[in-house]
């Protein structure tokens, strides 16, 4: 079998590791250190310079060089170094060919096949640019997971054991993920997700380069374009201070000169862990939506957490450290190197993909990080109003999922409808990531209010399957959208794409049902004023079960309104199928 590695391709830091000898492993670079700095340089010589050598270049030639091109990732922006243009991805591959050949030298094979993580609140542009990444570094991707999922593969597979409610703090160089999650009988359940892809530890060090630059009466924007040597290494003494504030009381900061240099006597800044808690109060208070979302989705309350996991090396800090004690009211939880946990969590998480024995007894559940859902229209009295996001299958749940909705035609005579795909939480689709879009023909002409089922389908690997049914002429229109997809071939598509048949749940189409529904209607002219409302409301949630394609819901609807009838006096005759009162 050949090796797969694990890979945190991280903002400021990237590592890799594998599983060998029934451990994750991390894999240590030509250097001999497990962390490679995610930094890329273009030497006066054309050299290509990855980690540690490339960062010594941020110092003293920063126009050389490109770093934190992470929080670049799915979009079109390019960075200029050394005379080239590179896009993100193709940053991130240099980073990732230099892992892959460090993994080559340590284990004495080829290398070919990885896992990659990424932040859980990447979208799916940001994935796929990862995946690319992988591809131009000669990888093949064989599945992106989530950061903090990744970090909690490391807990559970070290005490698979317990039985246990967690929550996942990640914040790393330039991005912050929280994940809730549950360890029962050797699975990991994730129940909720939150983060932000624009706060990380490079902006509590922006923080102090400010300060320091103001008491120096001069503005950072100014300096990054008229002194460039002076703010690399300024920067660099301020990422210095950050972590010495981490341990102690104050750190002194020493001012270079305009060409960057630090003289014996240079100025110096002194500052003090008071003073820095309270500058970077903003930013540590930025923490506290995704944590209270993630929170709120997983119906947890924050005391009945049993750990809190710190991953990151930005966590190390106390201010982010007092912050998350005060929220959930226990000692975070740190025992294994935050900056390594996600490396050896994707370790694992390739010996499950590899079905190594040493981890048969562990099972992983994901969720959908973002909600999915399509465009529809909205009537404000007599004013009609197209734009509006309709969610399909919600932030956070569990899959693989099928979910079906039911939308209706706007107008008169209308033929045709198209099915525009979104995901995000906005309540337009202007605010959220158009994925792709289905067209539904064929409508029978007739008044509007004609009725589409929608439903989406969704897998591990990224795979979404869109079906439109027309429960008038008994039609399907199906797409499935890959451009997000962590699979590497057609062949590999189709086969994900069988799989997602067998969960798709089809209650609308049994006879039985249909006749439930009916007899149902006709017994509500037959009961009493007084006990109408009831059985009108368990008809309308077994209406919606059907619909909603969630077979234990569907299961306890219909026998709530089997209970229901019962106790009204109609008894339901298995083999006739049939009510008599």
Not at 322 to 345: K, M, Q, T, Y
Not at 499 to 528: C, M, T
Not at 568 to 577: A, K, N, S, T, W
Request: charged share 25%; aromatic share 6%.
């Amino acid at each position: 079998m050949t090796a797969m590695i694990g890979i945190d391709l991280g903002t400021s830091n990237s590592l890799c590791a594998v599983f060998e000898d029934g451990q994750p492993k991390l894999i240590p670079n030509s250097l001999g250190s497990v962390l490679t700095p995610s930094v890329v340089s273009i030497s006066e010589d054309q050299r290509v310079l990855v980690g540690a050598a490339a960062k010594e270049c941020r110092v003293t030639q920063p126009e050389r060089c490109a770093w934190v091109f992470k929080r670049l990732m799915g979009t079109d922006r390019k960075v200029e170094i050394g005379g080239h243009v590179f896009n993100a991805p193709e940053l991130s591959s240099l980073v990732l060919k230099s892992l892959k050949e460090d993994a080559e030298a340590y284990l004495g094979e080829e290398v070919q096949e990885a896992i990659i993580t990424v932040p859980a609140y990447f979208n799916d542009n940001q994935r796929n640019a990862t995946k690319l990444a992988g591809e131009l570094a000669g990888l093949n991707v064989r599945r992106i997971i989530n950061e903090p999922t990744a970090a909690a593969l490391t807990y559970g597979f070290h005490d698979r054991g317990a039985e246990k409610k967690l929550i996942v703090i990640d914040l790393g160089g330039g991005t912050f993920d929280v994940t809730a999650m549950e360890i029962f009988e050797g699975t990991l359940e994730i129940i909720s997700t939150a983060g932000e892809s624009m706060l990380g530890g490079e902006d509590f060090t922006d923080r102090l380069l400010g300060r320091v630059l103001k008491a120096q009466q001069i503005q950072l924007e100014i300096a990054e374009v008229k002194h460039p040597l002076l703010v690399s290494r300024l920067r660099q003494e301020c990422e210095a201070a950050k972590c010495t504030l981490a341990t102690n009381s104050e750190a002194i900061i020493r001012i270079p000169d305009i060409q960057g240099k630090l003289a014996e006597d240079a100025l110096t800044h002194t500052i003090t862990r008071d003073e820095f808690l309270e500058m970077v109060d903003p930013l540590v208070k930025r923490l506290a939506r995704p944590i209270a979302k993630a929170v709120r989705d997983s119906r947890i309350a924050p005391t009945d957490f049993h750990s809190v996991i710190l991953v990151g090396g930005a966590t190390r800090m106390e201010a982010v450290r007092d912050f998350i004690r005060s929220f959930f009211g226990v000692e975070p939880l740190c025992s294994h190197n935050p900056d390594e946990v996600v490396a050896l969590g994707a370790a694992v998480q390739a010996a499950l993909m590899q079905d190594d024995k040493a981890v048969d007894d562990m099972i992983m559940t994901d969720v959908c990080p973002f909600t999915l859902g399509t465009e529809i229209i909205k009537e404000f009295g007599r004013r009609r109003v197209d734009g509006y996001y309709f969610p399909i299958i919600h932030r956070n749940t569990t899959i693989p999922v099928s979910r079906e909705e039911i939308v209706y035609t706007a107008d008169p005579n209308q033929r045709q409808v198209r099915v525009g795909v979104y995901q995000g939480e906005g309540r337009k689709v202007e605010d959220n990531l158009f994925l792709g879009e289905l067209e539904v023909t064929g409508i029978p002409p007739g008044p509007s209010g004609k009725p589409i089922h929608i439903r989406f389908t969704y897998d591990l690997n990224g795979i979404l399957e869109v079906e439109a049914y027309l429960p008038e002429t008994g039609k399907k229109f199906m797409t499935v959208l890959t451009q997000h997809a962590k699979l590497d071939s057609r062949s590999d598509i189709n086969a994900a794409v069988e799989k997602l048949q067998k969960l798709k749940f089809y209650p609308r189409d049994d006879v039985k049902n249909q006749h439930l529904i009916q007899f149902a209607e006709r017994v509500i002219g037959e009961v009493s004023p007084f006990q109408r409302d009831d059985l009108e409301m368990v008809i309308d949630q077994f209406e919606q079960s059907m619909a909603s394609g969630d077979r234990e819901w569907f299961e306890r609807a219909r026998e709530n309104l089997l209970t229901i009838l019962a106790e009204l006096g109609f008894c339901y005759d298995e083999d006739d199928q049939e009510f008599s009162p």
